[in-house]
Antibody, heavy 122, light 108 residues
């Protein structure tokens, strides 16, 4: 079955760190740009970060730039999001997602994980 | 950055109704727009890409149209499984992806 499964979420104090993982199965991530998208419970979707197939190109939303780092291990078929200096406003469900193709004209999300909840609170 | 708006924010409808949701971009995005359906506690599900292309497996009662800055998602005959929140998303370049704020379709 083609799927993405996130892990690593949880409760962390402001200023703390977490590392999210996204394990892919049923396909190889090495052929795809991969992204993180988050959603505050009850609110809308917000794009967070993207990484190209060989990890030579990354992009970040202004709200996380300098604090979050996206990475990937194609051998392990896994995507990561290192989250540092966490703030209360980072509290959200974090989804990993695959886009349909390598060109930006295919940057719609055709596969999503179920998400992992990150809660930043003292 | 390109900003996306959606209208209405909430829509009350009955089974069998024809439903239309509008999404507007702050600048032209050609046809680079997707639509998603999301149910509570679930991940979004791709419905439409490139403004009007139906994703495989999505019922044909869903359709999309538009180009430039104005787009619509139409559900031709609303079914019980369609009560959900719908988001548009622009992907105009390798820069920031942005989503609309969502339209919740609930039961009248």
């Amino acid at each position: 079955e083609v799927q993405l499964v996130e892990s690593g979420g949880g409760l962390v104090q402001p200023g703390g760190s977490l590392r999210l993982s996204c394990a892919a199965s049923g396909f190889t991530i090495s052929s795809y740009w991969m992204h993180w998208v988050r959603q505050v419970p009850g609110k809308g979707l917000v794009w967070v970060s993207s990484i190209n197939s060989d990890a030579t190109n990354t992009n970040y939303a202004d709200s996380v730039k300098g604090r979050f780092t996206i990475s990937r291990d194609n051998a392990k078929n896994t995507l990561y999001l290192q989250m540092n200096s966490l703030r209360a406003e980072d509290t959200a469900v974090h989804f990993c997602a695959r886009v349909a193709g390598s060109s930006w004209s295919y940057w719609y999300f055709d596969l999503w994980g179920r998400g992992t909840l990150v809660t930043v609170s003292s | 950055d390109i900003q996306m708006t959606q209208s209405p924010s909430t829509l009350s409808a009955s089974v069998g109704d024809r439903v239309t949701i509008t999404c507007r971009a702050s600048q032209s995005i050609s046809i680079w727009l997707a639509w998603y359906q999301q149910k509570p506690g679930k991940a979004p599900n791709l419905l439409i890409y490139q403004a009007s292309s139906l994703e495989s497996g999505v019922p044909s009662r869903f359709s999309g149209s538009g180009s430039g800055t104005e787009f619509t998602l139409t559900i031709s005959s609303l079914q019980p499984d369609d009560f959900a929140t719908y988001y548009c998303q622009q992907y105009n370049s390798y820069s920031t992806i942005t989503f609309g704020p969502g339209t919740k379709v609930d039961i009248k």
